[in-house]
């Protein structure tokens, strides 16, 4: 049965079906929606000053800022040669005080209308010829029956976001704020709650129903704070919770690639290279050797900084891939870093028998026919490329391993495309060099275990960053042609 919150926001008091026609076209169907459409930002009403007590404020040298609500007596655009000044002067119960606008003068001048209250907000100055002043105030329109409410309430007022459609039928700040405090003044009770109670006692959350009326029409500012922590807290635990289930799920699947490392392979690979791997990244291969023999789906995270060793670490678990009669995948957000990968990896695995193929948006359709062709019928190879991996035309015959680089670029569905080309569930490796804290790890990407490279290799020049003004660019030309010369590179990037 629908409940009364699902019911046409048509019903609530000065809506009617006109109206919403104009807020369903803004998403704002039910009223649950409104209930839910919190505001954007709050004015502070609470602490309503006069132009008097404001004086007193200043001279007892107060510099903070101050709310008043006035009404327009003149707006006027003063002009100094090119420049232009906006003077609006507005009048209080108690004398009067100026606001002006040194950018953006005729949008402010538009703004303001004679004989109409606003409340302004900013920090006052007293000018040399003694008259109180604003310089680009922050400023709300509001009608004279709602200003003299604030003015004897003292209210936190909730402002709105309006969608053109909302604008086009006239409705405003006052008439949306009005219509919402309609909805919530007599639905909010009927808000049911979403939390287990030992949950809510145990964080001191308030009940939802009390979340809703205060982000919307706070008494307090205190009051506003719990409500808003009440709201984050229950976006993060039911994100965590789909994050703990879809890992749940992947511990769950059983998928027959019990991926043994060969080690007179690794040894021959290894042999081949003209460095040596750190011990972080030894320690790192550890882990992920570890998944793959587990019989369990690897789902891990490598992080690493530029340059520590993430894509030779990462060479290794797809040759055990290879090795062992699966064929694995490395997608790249771009082009040029996917042909990158591929030179430098074909280079790597030219003494062992190992079939790579490169895949991306701009290949010829003859040539993509053939790779397409090829990765259908060979088990043993490794395919690199961009979001061209994943189109639905490329067919894997025994995809093990996904391995995917600078992982942040691509979202959640594109790396489920490409897993989704096994027959069971593969092992993933996603890869990325930015920094992210163990908190936010957690929380973004509470699915996946996580690797670090924490060292860099002994050989790496560090680098070194400078700052040079204009007027240094001959030092800078002069400094390139020298490297140069000594048979180095150098890039110049200019803005577009």
Known sequence: MLSDLDNSIQYIKNVGPKRAEAFAESGLVTIRDLLFYFPFKYLDRSNILTTKSVFDFIRSGYTGEVTLIAVVLTSEVIRYGRKQILKVQMQDEFGLFDCIWFQGVKYFKDS???????????????????????????????????????????????????????????????????IVHNAVERYYKLVTETLPQDIIGKRNLVAKPIMIKNLHFPDSFDNLSKALYRLKYEEIFYYEALVALRKLSLSSFSTGFKIQFNKPVIRKFLGSLDFDLTKAQLKVLSEIRQDMESGLPMNRLLQGDVGSGKTIVAVIAMLSAIEHGYQAALMAPTEVLASQHFICISRMLNKIDITVHLLTGSAKSKQRLRVLEEIGKNKRSLVIGTHAIFEDDVKFSNLGLVVIDEQHRFGVIQRQRLVNKSVRRPHVLVMTATPIPRTLTMTIYGDLDVSVIDEMPKDRIPVKTAVRSEQSLNDIYNFIKERIRLGEQAFIVYPL
């Open 112 to 178: 303001f209308v004679e004989n109409v209250t606003y409340a302004v907000s900013g920090k006052p100055v007293i000018t040399k010829y003694g008259h109180l002043q604003f310089a680009h105030p922050d400023f709300d329109k509001i009608d004279r029956e709602e200003s003299k409410a604030f003015l004897n309430t003292g209210r936190i007022m909730p402002v709105y976001r309006l969608p053109g459609s909302l604008k086009l039928k006239n409705i405003g700040a006052i008439s949306i704020r009005r």
